[in-house]
């Protein structure tokens, strides 16, 4: 990329707890990326049009309410056809190992559970745009 890659973070629904998406935001700025961090209690639609607007070339979801799932089943179609699905999924929070197959299947290709690194987030991100 001859730009800086540029991620749009988002806390979806009604997930009132951000300061790991802050934390992991700081992360992805001080390794060169270009973050917009949507706030918090976004909407499905919201994230969808975000991204499209801010031309993402990473989608990312930060997610410790436990409603990963049905937001991500919502999401999912809301990205492919905004014409997103080109882009890298990736979703990090409370998310229990039984999920992760589902998240998969949903289209997101980074799955970061509380406990990840985040030189792993940062590496991750930064090998599979490169």
Same mark, same amino acid.
């Given at each position: ?8 973070? /988002? ?32 909407? $499905?639609?919201?994230? /969808? ?13 930060? =997610?410790?309410?436990?409603?990963? &799932? ?8 809301? &990205?492919?056809? /905004? ?29 970061? $559970? =509380?406990? =990840? ?14």
């Amino acid at each position: 990329m001859n730009r800086p890659i540029k991620v749009v973070l /988002a806390k979806p629904g009604l997930d009132g707890h951000d300061q790991g998406a802050k934390v992991v935001a700081r992360a992805l700025m001080d390794a060169g990326m270009e973050v917009v961090y949507t706030g918090l209690r976004q909407s $499905p639609e919201q994230v /969808a049009r975000i991204a499209q607007d801010e031309d993402a070339d990473v989608i990312a979801l930060s =997610s410790m309410a436990g409603s990963h &799932l049905p937001f991500c089943e919502k999401l999912t179609p809301l &990205l492919e056809q /905004a014409g997103l699905r080109d882009k890298l999924w990736v979703i990090g929070g409370n998310l229990p190992k039984r999920d992760h197959e589902r998240l998969r299947e949903l289209g997101f290709r980074g799955i970061f $559970p =509380s406990s =990840s690194r985040l030189d792993d987030i940062v590496q991750f991100v930064k090998a599979t745009l490169s």
